[in-house]
């Protein structure tokens, strides 16, 4: 069974940083890609951020330019760098992990508990 931990989370003033972790354990699998998504307060999970295995990142408009997402292979976890965070950020970030069980054969989707981020005028 695949499993996320996420960390990183916290209130911060507007203008701050913050690095989100989430590192995925469990036996058999491989991870086709990661990402994150988030869930503002009275509104839909949106994605955030992705970075497939070996491929390009892709980001939401809204975070190009200050959010930078990235992945480290050997540890399976992926990281995402909040800089210039403004209150309008301030949400529940999940990680996703896309791959498949090896012993099945099936494809995987898995999610993090979450972690809230919370930004300050």
Same mark, same amino acid.
């Given at each position: 069974?695949?499993?996320? !931990?996420?960390?990183? =989370? $916290?209130?911060?003033?507007?203008?701050? @940083?913050?690095?989100?972790?989430?590192?995925? #354990?469990?036996?058999?699998?491989?991870?086709?890609?990661?990402?994150?998504?988030?869930?503002?307060?009275?509104?839909?999970?949106?994605?955030?951020? !992705?970075?497939?295995? =070996? $491929?390009?990142?892709?980001?939401?408009? @809204?975070?190009?330019?200050?959010?930078?997402? #990235?992945?480290?292979?050997?540890?399976?976890?992926?990281?995402?760098?909040?800089?210039?965070?403004?209150?309008?950020?301030?949400?529940?970030?999940?990680?996703?992990?896309? =791959?498949?069980?090896?012993?099945?054969?099936?494809?995987?989707?898995?999610?993090?508990?979450?972690?809230?981020?919370?930004?300050?005028?």
């Amino acid at each position: 069974q695949v499993q996320l !931990v996420e960390s990183g =989370g $916290g209130l911060v003033q507007a203008g701050g @940083s913050l690095r989100l972790s989430c590192a995925a #354990s469990g036996r058999m699998f491989s991870i086709n890609a990661m990402g994150w998504y988030r869930q503002p307060p009275g509104r839909q999970r949106e994605l955030v951020a !992705v970075i497939p295995r =070996g $491929g390009n990142t892709d980001y939401a408009d @809204s975070v190009k330019g200050r959010f930078t997402i #990235s992945r480290d292979n050997a540890k399976n976890t992926v990281y995402l760098q909040m800089n210039s965070l403004k209150p309008e950020d301030t949400a529940v970030y999940y990680c996703n992990l896309e =791959g498949l069980a090896i012993a099945t054969m099936t494809r995987i989707n898995i999610w993090g508990q979450g972690t809230q981020v919370t930004v300050s005028t």
